[in-house]
């Protein structure tokens, strides 16, 4: 087995693992994360000086936020269905070499529903890696440290703005 084979075949089963350990491994759905996982790992890599889109939790944070009733449900069939189609234009991208990802990234920003669709993820994307680690992504302020931000006082103590915890 290839080096490439192997790391792929890693993530995607340590995606699975972590999604039926949430209880959110749907046999519907779960191509469609590992999609939306991958696709966001291209779109926020890991740099010099930023975390990549797993480091900071970007599919962990859609995950514990999708079932909220201020989660936009609409949102959520858009990226699911958007993974999807995705998945069926280009079967191969989860084993796809990195340039070859890129590339595919690329093509798909070239036409207008791609486009929308990769404006989500990276919206969603972003979202995960500013908010406040309670909601589930920046994980240990690793965006805030990289981009030297002092989080506002007081920080939330619950999530959603509830104060007695329910």
Not at 104 to 123: A, D, R, T
């Given at each position: 087995?290839?080096?490439?084979?192997?790391?792929?075949?890693?993530?995607l089963f340590s995606a699975t693992a972590l999604l039926n350990a949430k209880g959110l491994f749907d046999t519907k759905n779960s191509l469609s994360w590992l999609v939306i996982k991958e696709v966001l790992e291209i779109v926020f890599p890991k740099t010099k000086h930023?975390?990549?889109?797993s480091e900071f939790g970007a599919v962990d944070y859609l995950l514990k936020n999708i079932n909220h009733k201020t989660f936009d449900k609409d949102d959520l069939n858009y990226l699911l269905q958007g993974a999807k189609d995705f998945n069926s234009s280009f079967p191969k991208f989860l084993k796809s070499s990195l340039e070859e990802k890129n590339r595919i990234i690329k093509q798909v920003s070239q036409n207008s529903y791609g486009q929308n669709?990769?404006?989500y993820l990276i919206y969603y994307g972003i979202e995960a890696m500013l908010s406040d680690p309670i909601y589930g992504g920046n994980k240990n302020q690793i965006a805030y440290k990289a981009l030297k931000f002092q989080a506002g006082e007081p920080r939330p103590k619950f999530k959603y703005g509830k104060t007695d915890g329910i």
């Amino acid at each position: 087995m290839h080096r490439r084979v192997f790391l792929v075949n890693s993530s995607l089963f340590s995606a699975t693992a972590l999604l039926n350990a949430k209880g959110l491994f749907d046999t519907k759905n779960s191509l469609s994360w590992l999609v939306i996982k991958e696709v966001l790992e291209i779109v926020f890599p890991k740099t010099k000086h930023m975390p990549s889109a797993s480091e900071f939790g970007a599919v962990d944070y859609l995950l514990k936020n999708i079932n909220h009733k201020t989660f936009d449900k609409d949102d959520l069939n858009y990226l699911l269905q958007g993974a999807k189609d995705f998945n069926s234009s280009f079967p191969k991208f989860l084993k796809s070499s990195l340039e070859e990802k890129n590339r595919i990234i690329k093509q798909v920003s070239q036409n207008s529903y791609g486009q929308n669709w990769l404006s989500y993820l990276i919206y969603y994307g972003i979202e995960a890696m500013l908010s406040d680690p309670i909601y589930g992504g920046n994980k240990n302020q690793i965006a805030y440290k990289a981009l030297k931000f002092q989080a506002g006082e007081p920080r939330p103590k619950f999530k959603y703005g509830k104060t007695d915890g329910i």
